[in-house]
Every structure is written in C-alpha cells, then in structure tokens.
T-cell receptor, first 115, second 114 residues
Framework: AQTVTQSQPEMSVQEAETVTLSCTYD???????LFWYKQPPSRQMILVIR??????QNATENRFSVNFQKAAKSFSLKISDSQLGDAAMYFC????????????FGPGTSLSVIP | DVKVTQSSRYLVKRTGEKVFLECVQD?????MFWYRQDPGLGLRLIYF???????EKGDIPEGYSVSREKKERFSLILESASTNQTSMYLC?????????????FGPGTRLTVT
C-alpha cells in the first residue's frame, strides 16, 4: 500500500529566509503524481505545487520549488524568501496515475514564520 | 475560479443525532470527495463519488454514508453521531485536464459531537 510520511510535525523559519519541508513516500508504481498542499489557519486548502513522476525536472512555482528524488522516494518543498502569509499546515500527497482520484495525504507539517 | 462550498463552518451535535454535511461545487466536476482531517493523521478519505448516484468507499467509511443526487452536490451523512466522529470534515472536487490533476477543497466543517 502507498504511504506518505512527513517527519517534521512543526517547523519555523525567519521571514525572508529559506525553509525546506521533507516528505517521503512509498510506492511500486513508476508513474504517479506528487503534490504539496497548503492549509492556512481557518482557510481553504490550496494546491501549491504538482510533480509528475516521469518528469525529471523539478517543478517550480514562484518562491516554491521541489526536490524530487525518485529513486530515494523523496519529495521535499523549498520555500524561498519566506513571508508571513506562508504560515500554514503543509501536506504532502501522492496519487497513482491509474487511479488518480485516490489521493493519499501525509500527516502534515505546521510551518510558522517569525517576523 | 472553482468554488467548493460547505453548508456549515462549525457544527455542534449530540450523540445519536443524524447529521448532514452538505457540499456544493460550481465547476461541473464529476468527482467529489469527503475527507476527515485529524491532527497527526492528515486527511483520510471517507467516501468519493465519480458520478451522480455513484459512490465508492474510501479508507474509513464506517459510521458514514453519502448521497449524490445532483452532480454539483455531495452530502455526507452520519446516521447516529458519536463522539469519535468529532473532527474537521473537508469536501473536495477534482478535475483532470490536459494531464494536470488537481483537487479543489471547501473551507471545512468543524463538527463537535457531545
């Protein structure tokens, strides 16, 4: 069965600094999706970034980028120039491409941004 | 913008009550989901639906049922609420377009069962 692990329940970062959130997953599939979702306090969960496993190039979205290491089954999220609005719960998630609707979420990492 | 709305942000119910949580999406998505979110456990899938009147069990369906009579609306039903169903409930809908897959979430309903 597929699993997603986030080993850091809480992290903090100084405003304007860079922080990396870790995620590992387990699968026997060769092609799949990986996601990072952000859930700000009392606000809706939104997609931050998406990676398709067959693409070797790491996905980037403005200040957010990933380090996708397929062999190691690692998918970390780097947030550059951290802002107060980045404070949120971050969830790493996985889905097979053959049954893409069954998204499996990790337990989440709570990120605090220190002014 | 995709909009997913949920009928209540906060709900307090008594043990044994029948509880309805409603979710509506406005993007004509075929797939809709109900998740339960608990600290340290992430999101766990309760049920999902891939078409009107179609449903499939997720990972934790016990104690829940669902209804999808119209494409835009997906309801989660707690037939007899229990204290261990106190949780945050998230609804989502999804699309796969141009090879890009994304789930869109509602704001959540924080349910307390006393």
């Amino acid at each position: 069965a597929q699993t997603v692990t986030q080993s850091q329940p809480e992290m903090s970062v100084q405003e304007a600094e860079t922080v990396t959130l870790s995620c590992t997953y387990d699968t026997s599939e060769s092609d799949y999706y990986l996601f990072w979702y952000k859930q700000p306090p009392s606000r809706q969960m939104i997609l931050v970034i998406r990676q398709e496993a067959y693409k070797q190039q790491n996905a980037t979205e403005n200040r957010f980028s990933v380090n996708f290491q397929k062999a190691a089954k690692s998918f970390s999220l780097k947030i550059s120039d951290s802002q107060l609005g980045d404070a949120a719960m971050y969830f790493c998630a996985y889905s097979k491409k053959t049954s893409y609707d069954k998204v499996i979420f990790g337990p989440g990492t709570s990120l605090s941004v220190i002014p | 913008d995709v909009k997913v709305t949920q009928s209540s942000r906060y709900l307090v119910k008594r043990t044994g009550e029948k509880v309805f949580l409603e979710c509506v999406q406005d993007m004509d998505h075929e797939n809709m989901f109900w998740y339960r979110q608990d600290p340290g456990l992430g999101l766990r899938l309760i049920y999902f639906s891939y078409d009107v009147k179609m449903k499939e069990k997720g990972d934790i369906p016990e104690g829940y049922s669902v209804s999808r009579e119209k494409k835009e609306r997906f309801s989660l039903i707690l037939e007899s609420a229990s204290t261990n169903q106190t949780s945050m409930y998230l609804c989502a809908s999804s699309e796969l377009a141009g090879g890009r897959y994304e789930q869109y979430f509602g704001p959540g309903t924080r349910l307390t069962v006393t």
